[in-house]
Structures are given as C-alpha cells and as structure tokens.
T-cell receptor
Framework: EPEVTQTPSHQVTQMGQEVILRCVPI?????FYWYRQILGQKVEFLVS????????KSEIFDDQFSVERPDGSNFTLKIRSTKLEDSAMYFC????????????FGPGTRLTVT | SQQGEEDPQALSIQEGENATMNCSYK?????LQWYRQNSGRGLVHLIL?????REKHSGRLRVTLDTSKKSSSLLITASRAADTASYFC???????????FGQGTELSVKP
C-alpha cells in the first residue's frame, strides 16, 4: 500500500542552523501538508501546498519557514535559523483531494535543536 | 479556537470491552477524521466522516457525527491490547484544507 515517507527520522541541529526536512508524498496525491507536534502537545498545522504554491499557512509558519517541491516526488520543509522552540516532531501529509480528502501522514522527523 | 476538547483524556479498559471517545468542535466543518498514534510514532488514519453523514463503520470502528451538537464519537468494539494508543479527532473545514487536531484520548487496553 502506498505511504508517505520522511527523511531523516531524527535530526539534531544547533540553534541558528538551517535544516531541511524531506518528504515523499503518495504519488497520485495533489495536496501536501506539514504539521508539527511538540512533545506532549497536540498536532498543529503549519502549511498546505497545492499546484506548486502555498494554499494556506498558520501563524507558526513565519519567514523562517519555507516549503518547496523541487521535483516531481519530493516535498521539503526548510527552517532557516532554528530556535530551541522548533524542537518537535514534524509530520508530512498528503491528500488525493479530487474525490477522497483523507490526509495520510508520514512517520515524522524528530527535530532536536540544541 | 476552532477545536474543542476530546474526552476522556485517558481511558483504561479490559480487553474485549468497548471503548468510546468523544470529540467536540466549535465551528461548522466539512469533514472530521480520526487518527491513531502509538507512542512516539506517526499518525495512522482510521476513518473520515463527512458533514452530511451521521454514522460510518470500518471493521471494529464506528464513528458518529452530530453536527447540531458539534460533536463526534469513536467507538472501538471488542478492544484488543494492540488498540492501546492515543486517538485524535481532526476537523477539516474545506476540501484539501488544514486539519485542526484535538488533544487526544489516551486509550489503554489491558490484556
């Protein structure tokens, strides 16, 4: 069964460094998302992406964040200058949309900022 | 906030019993989705119910939606130890749009 994949599974970085989190959505899906979950807290929406542009973003998704679909399969989240409070599990999700709009999530990347 | 609370926050039952989790929300929705999360792992999609549906079944799962009360419930019948996980509801406000997650219910099924 097709699934969303994410790399790396765990990333440790120093404050102020740039990180890129990678995702491969399900191949026939049209909508892509990033969410995050700070330890012990609820899952929070960051951004949605459709037709090669951001369709919606939350207040969390400030100028430090960017997303890109550099080729036909990858979807990336870049954090330019990481802060301690960016430490969280980051989930990528994708949705077929046309008829079905269930969102399927990847296994997550645990980002630790030291 | 568009999302209310889930209750209970934690639920402990014996194998074979049924588990019911509730979710409330505050504004009109397009759909509501339930997810399972094992400790420290990813979110597994369980079931989606659209705003014009009242009940949906998938295997041992039964989801109801009451849009007049802005609430949903997830029933897991004949629970198993492997059902131990956190369960989240997430509300969608338009097709392809963001999901707003609740705090979740931590279910523990004792063998």
């Amino acid at each position: 069964e097709p699934e969303v994949t994410q790399t790396p599974s765990h990333q440790v970085t120093q404050m102020g460094q740039e990180v890129i989190l990678r995702c491969v959505p399900i191949s026939n899906h049209l909508y892509f998302y990033w969410y995050r979950q700070i330890l012990g807290q609820k899952v929070e929406f960051l951004v949605s992406f459709y037709n090669n542009e951001i369709s919606e973003k939350s207040e969390i998704f400030d100028d430090q964040f960017s997303v890109e679909r550099p080729d036909g399969s990858n979807f990336t989240l870049k954090i330019r200058s990481t802060k301690l409070e960016d430490s969280a599990m980051y989930f990528c999700a994708s949705s077929e949309l046309a008829v079905k709009y269930e969102q399927y999530f990847g296994p997550g990347t645990r980002l630790t900022v030291t | 906030s568009q999302q209310g609370e889930e209750d209970p926050q934690a639920l402990s039952i014996q194998e074979g019993e049924n588990a019911t989790m509730n979710c409330s929300y505050k504004t009109s929705i397009n759909n509501l989705q339930w997810y399972r999360q094992n400790s420290g792992r990813g979110l597994v999609h369980l079931i989606l119910i659209r705003s014009n549906e009242r009940e949906k079944h998938s295997g041992r799962l039964r989801v109801t939606l009451d849009t007049s009360k802005k609430s949903s419930s997830l029933l897991i019948t004949a629970s198993r130890a492997a059902d131990t996980a956190s369960y989240f509801c997430a509300t969608g406000y338009n097709q392809g749009g963001k999901l707003i997650f609740g705090q979740g219910t931590e279910l523990s099924v004792k063998p």
